[in-house]
């Protein structure tokens, strides 16, 4: 947690948190509202064409509002739901009213853990940083391979799908 925030009470923190993950993912919506409209031309026009947008507004169009409120339990996927969302001009209220859970969700990750997970690794890096460096690259495999598992049981349905098609 921030050093100027440290004799906050948690409800205070927590609260912070919440209203801090409302405007990000309302900017972020009304930026991709933007674009869509064709008011904002920018850098971020082109920063939200890209291939994560792509599978954020693919799976909105898949599996529907819920993918909004788990957008925030994602790092860099959350970003693309909520821009993907604003191009893909969902209004304004049934966007919000489906991000709210999220916002509190991400809040209580990241006043609580979140938070405490950042000072345990600055601690390690200052005991350590070897430390802190072996236990990054641990989590980096183990990232890799649940996400290798989950991408080859992907393409194993996928193929059972095509040779049943056929």
Partial sequence: ??????????????????LGA??????????????AA?????RWADRFDGPQTRRATASIERWGMPVIP??????????????AAGLLRLGWLRYTLWAIPGW??????WAGGGMAAIAGAAALAARSP?????????VVVA????????RRRREERAAVEALAQH
């Fill in 1 to 18: 947690m921030p050093e100027w925030m440290a004799g906050w009470p948690f409800l205070l923190v927590y609260l912070a948190f919440v």
């Fill in 22 to 35: 409302g405007c990000r993912s309302q900017a972020t919506y009304w930026t991709g509202r933007g674009i």
């Fill in 38 to 42: 064709g008011v904002l031309r920018s």
């Fill in 70 to 83: 788990l957008s925030f339990l994602t790092v860099g996927f959350q970003t693309a739901v909520h821009a």
């Fill in 104 to 109: 509190f969700v991400w809040a209580l990750v």
């Fill in 130 to 138: 070897w430390a802190l460096a072996g236990t990054c690259v641990l």
């Fill in 143 to 150: 990232v890799a391979v649940l996400v290798r598992r989950a």
